[in-house]
C-alpha cells in the first residue's frame, strides 16, 4: 500500500514553531491538491490547510495566521509551518494527496500521521 511518508512532529510549548513534512514516493506522478488534517482525541479529523496544484491555500479559521502550509512540486512534498502554538493544537496531524500512480485513476493518499504536542 503507497503510503506518504511524514516528520516533524514533536512536543513543543505553547507559543512555539514546529515544520511539519511529508513526502509522497515517485511512484505516484501526478499530485493535485495536498493537504493536512488533524484529529484531536475525542474528535473528527478536520481539514487544517490545503493547497491546490496552482499554489492557492486555504486554512480553517482557528489556524490562519499561524500556520503556513506550502510544497515543492520537484521533491513531492508538502509542508505544515506551524508557529504561535497553542494547546489546543494538540492532535495527530494527517498530511493527505490527491494524485495517480502510472496506469491508474486518481485517488486519496494519506500519511501514517504525526503527533503533536502542546503543553500550556
Known amino acids: 500500500q503507497v503510503q506518504l511518508v511524514e516528520s516533524g512532529g514533536g512536543l513543543v510549548e505553547a507559543g512555539g514553531s514546529l515544520r511539519l513534512s511529508c513526502k509522497a514516493p515517485?511512484?505516484?506522478?501526478?499530485?493535485?491538491?495536498m493537504g493536512w488534517y488533524r484529529q484531536a482525541p475525542g474528535k473528527q479529523r478536520e481539514l487544517v490547510a490545503r493547497?491546490?496544484?496552482?499554489?492557492?491555500?486555504n486554512y480553517t479559521d482557528s489556524v490562519k495566521g499561524r500556520f503556513t502550509i506550502s510544497r515543492d512540486n520537484a521533491r513531492n512534498t508538502v509542508y505544515l509551518q506551524m508557529n504561535s502554538l497553542k494547546p489546543e493544537d494538540t492532535a495527530i496531524y494527517y498530511c493527505?494527496?490527491?494524485?495517480?500512480?502510472?496506469?491508474?485513476?486518481?485517488?486519496?493518499?494519506w500519511g501514517q500521521g504525526t503527533q503533536v504536542n502542546v503543553s500550556s
Open positions: 493527505n494527496m490527491f494524485g495517480r500512480r502510472l496506469l491508474q485513476g486518481p485517488r486519496d493518499y
Open positions: 493547497i491546490t496544484s496552482s499554489g492557492s491555500t
Open positions: 515517485g511512484s505516484i506522478v501526478s499530485i493535485n491538491a
